[in-house]
């Protein structure tokens, strides 16, 4: 779901971010362990 | 959708430019012998894009590759030959016995794991979600030490000894797999091939081909090594792989890939915009490291 409907051509890091945590919140709910262990990773390396 | 987004080779335009600059000499022919090659490729592919996206083309139809054929693979022998010989003699087909020649059986058997994988995982079907065929060619060029998506095929070197044992390229399914995900970048997302979309493409490529060796091999994400090409450098570089999702930077002594954004760069070329010191799959991969489990379903391209 992020490549196919979140990304575009001049997508970014945070675009990036924003995308596949918005998946893991689809996929698996706004307060699942995934979509946390998703926001905390891109929070770790620094793009958010 | 626009064309674009192309992707390219599995060893990088600076590790192969730091391979150049400390090796020997033999080591520096190598590396600039691929390198030449891949820049070759590069701009070419570049160009077909631009023309794609000027004449608003269709680029699955432009480049003849509508038909649909169940993800059936087909590998050629393109027997040292360029970019203008692909795709080679067909030397193997879908359910044909194998062959004498490993590269060719290597090369089937890991677009047949990376079909499973998109298959059975998001319910893709080929790189294009329409059974697009996959074509393969192998011994592409002399002691090419490179492997790449040409925007619609595979195409593997024979790898020179210096920067990749020789039939290395074929060995490990994580850099077939990361190949292959650049067409499904390319027929997706379309990550345009600079800077940060340029690394993000690269960082996928990556995450997706770690999946496919990880769904192969039944792990789970904290069982994998997320190691991209390892065991198959060769004596220019020391190492355990190419490139670590794990520990960014540590794959071996030439591997300046950042772990967090605070390392990263955009590199001055396009071409290298996408593979520095700190660059691409550092900060992009890291996501999968934490997340335990299943992360490809988390962060990955769902085919639904």
Redesign the interface.
């Known amino acids: 779901?992020?490549?196919?409907?979140?990304?575009?051509?001049?997508?970014?890091?945070r675009a990036?971010a924003d995308a596949?945590i918005a998946?893991?919140g689809d996929?698996?709910g706004a307060a699942s362990q995934?979509?946390q262990?998703?926001s905390?990773?891109?929070k770790?390396?620094?793009?958010l | 959708m626009?064309p674009?987004?192309l992707g390219c080779c599995i060893a990088s335009p600076d590790l192969l430019a730091a391979v150049a600059e400390r090796g020997d000499p033999e080591d520096r022919r190598a590396a600039l012998r691929t390198q030449a090659a891949s820049a070759a490729l590069r701009a070419q592919r570049n160009a077909l894009t631009r023309l794609l996206r000027e004449l608003g083309a269709d680029p699955e139809a432009a480049l003849g590759r509508a038909t649909r054929t169940g993800g059936r693979r087909t590998v050629y022998d393109v027997d040292h030959g360029g970019e203008s010989d692909l795709p080679g003699k067909k030397v193997r087909g879908e359910g044909d016995p194998p062959v004498a020649d490993t590269a060719v059986n290597e090369a089937y058997d890991g677009a047949g794991l990376t079909y499973r994988f998109y298959k059975a995982v998001y319910d893709r079907d080929s790189i294009d979600g329409k059974g697009m065929e996959l074509v393969s060619s192998v011994h592409y060029g002399t002691d090419f030490d490179n492997a790449f998506w040409n925007g619609s095929q595979m195409v593997y070197g024979d790898g020179s000894g210096r920067i990749f044992v020789r039939g290395g390229l074929t060995k490990d399914v994580d850099v077939i797999a990361h190949e292959l995900t650049h067409g499904?970048?390319q027929l997706?997302?379309?990550?345009?091939y600079s800077?940060?979309?340029g690394?993000?493409n690269e960082s996928?490529s990556d995450v997706f081909g770690s999946l496919v060796k990880q769904h192969h091999l039944k792990q789970t994400a904290d069982q994998a090594d997320w190691l991209i090409g390892a065991g198959i450098l060769g004596s220019a570089l020391h190492g355990q792989a190419l490139r670590s999702m794990k520990a960014p930077g540590t794959a071996n002594d030439l591997d300046r890939q950042a772990?967090?954004?605070?390392g990263y760069a955009d590199l001055t070329t396009t071409a290298a915009s996408t593979s520095t010191p700190g660059s691409p799959t550092?900060?992009?991969t890291?996501?999968?490291?934490?997340?335990?489990?299943t992360p490809g379903?988390?962060?990955?391209?769902?085919?639904?």
């Open positions: 779901m992020t490549l196919t409907q979140h990304l575009e051509p001049t997508s970014d890091f990036a596949t998946v893991a996929l698996f995934e979509r262990a998703v905390g990773a891109w770790e390396v620094g793009v | 626009a674009g987004g499904v970048t997706t997302a379309a990550l345009e800077k940060q979309p690394a993000l996928i772990g967090s954004m605070s550092g900060p992009s890291s996501p999968p490291r934490p997340s335990a489990a379903r988390r962060l990955g391209a769902s085919g639904t």
